[in-house]
């Protein structure tokens, strides 16, 4: 069992470059590949990213290529997302979650455990 806790969402201005964080339960971490998902008002949550278990391959999507990094320390359970150049259109309820297959990273069935999420709002 993991059990994962997001924070440091809350409102930025737009521009700005918050970092979220996801704390890990269990001895396990390093066996699982992390990834963010968000959901906006009245939308389908979509992938943010993902990274492998040792943080040496990193995926996004295109909506954040170049403005969004995602790191971990597995020697702390923690993966981080680092987001960059905030628009009023990034506002969502932002997730991890932890999965087994780097292959299946875009889809949030391939995914074990979630965060309860952390709400980040920009304002324009």
């Known amino acids: 069992q993991v059990q994962l806790v997001e924070s440091g969402g809350g409102l930025v201005q737009a521009g700005g470059s918050p970092r979220l964080s996801c704390a890990a339960s269990g001895r396990t971490f390093s066996s699982y590949v992390m990834g963010w998902f968000r959901q906006a008002p009245g939308k389908e949550r979509e992938f943010v990213g993902a990274i492998s278990w040792r943080g040496r391959s990193t995926d996004y999507a295109d909506f954040v290529k170049g403005r969004f990094t995602i790191s971990r320390d597995n020697a702390k359970n923690t993966v981080y997302l680092q987001m960059t150049s905030l628009k009023p259109e990034d506002t969502a309820v932002y997730y991890c979650?932890?999965?087994?297959?780097?292959?299946?990273?875009?889809?949030?069935?391939?995914?074990?455990?979630w965060g309860q999420g952390t709400q980040v709002t920009v304002s324009s």
């Open positions: 979650a932890a999965a087994r297959s780097y292959s299946g990273r875009y889809y949030d069935t391939e995914y074990e455990y």
